[in-house]
T-cell receptor, first 114, second 114 residues
Framework: EPEVTQTPSHQVTQMGQEVILRCVPISNHLYFYWYRQILGQKVEFLVSFYNNEISEKSEIFDDQFSVERPDGSNFTLKIRSTKLEDSAMYFC????????????FGAGTRLSVL | AQKVTQAQTEISVVEKEDVTLDCVYETRDTTYYLFWYKQPPSGELVFLIRRNSFDEQNEISGRYSWNFQKSTSSFNFTITASQVVDSAVYFCALGGEYGNKLVFGAGTILRVKS
């Protein structure tokens, strides 16, 4: 069964460093998303991406965040200068844009900012 | 604005008991979609069900059933004869048309004891 793949599963970084979280969405999907979940809290939307551009972003997704689809398979989230409060689980999701258009999630990347 | 409320923070049951997880939503959209996701201790988000706003039929899948009532803006989830493996955090979510973000509730922690 096709699945969304995220790497790494756990990323530890120092405050102020740049990190790139990587995702391989399901191959025939057209819509891509990033969400985050601070430990013990709800899942929050960050950004959606379609046709090589951002279609919607939340107020959390400020100038330190960026997304990119550098090739036909990867979808990345970059945090330019990490802060302590960026520590969270980051989930990538994708949906087909047809039929039931269900968002399928990856297993997440746990980001720890020290 | 869209909002999802899961008033039950945590529920504990003994194996084989039935349990219902409540979800109440708010939206001004006439077309919308409701979802349930399961987050087991391993952390991934597992899709369980999607229901659109035009379909109020209840759905049953094995031990799982869902009751969608538009009149009360509720989309409740019942697990019959609960098992220890059902222990997880369950999230209700609300979404719009293709590519729209999901708005998640705070989640309900379900603990099933043997």
């Amino acid at each position: 069964e096709p699945e969304v793949t995220q790497t790494p599963s756990h990323q530890v970084t120092q405050m102020g460093q740049e990190v790139i979280l990587r995702c391989v969405p399901i191959s025939n999907h057209l819509y891509f998303y990033w969400y985050r979940q601070i430990l013990g809290q709800k899942v929050e939307f960050l950004v959606s991406f379609y046709n090589n551009e951002i279609s919607e972003k939340s107020e959390i997704f400020d100038d330190q965040f960026s997304v990119e689809r550098p090739d036909g398979s990867n979808f990345t989230l970059k945090i330019r200068s990490t802060k302590l409060e960026d520590s969270a689980m980051y989930f990538c999701a994708s949906s087909s844009g047809t039929g039931k258009n269900i968002q399928y999630f990856g297993a997440g990347t746990r980001l720890s900012v020290l | 604005a869209q909002k999802v409320t899961q008033a039950q923070t945590e529920i504990s049951v003994v194996e084989k008991e039935d349990v219902t997880l409540d979800c109440v939503y708010e939206t001004r959209d006439t077309t919308y979609y409701l979802f349930w996701y399961k987050q087991p201790p391993s952390g991934e988000l597992v899709f369980l069900i999607r229901r659109n706003s035009f379909d109020e039929q209840n759905e049953i899948s094995g031990r799982y059933s869902w009751n969608f009532q538009k009149s009360t803006s509720s989309f409740n989830f019942t697990i019959t004869a609960s098992q220890v493996v059902d222990s997880a955090v369950y999230f209700c979510a609300l979404g719009g048309e293709y590519g729209n973000k999901l708005v998640f509730g705070a989640g309900t922690i379900l603990r099933v004891k043997s």
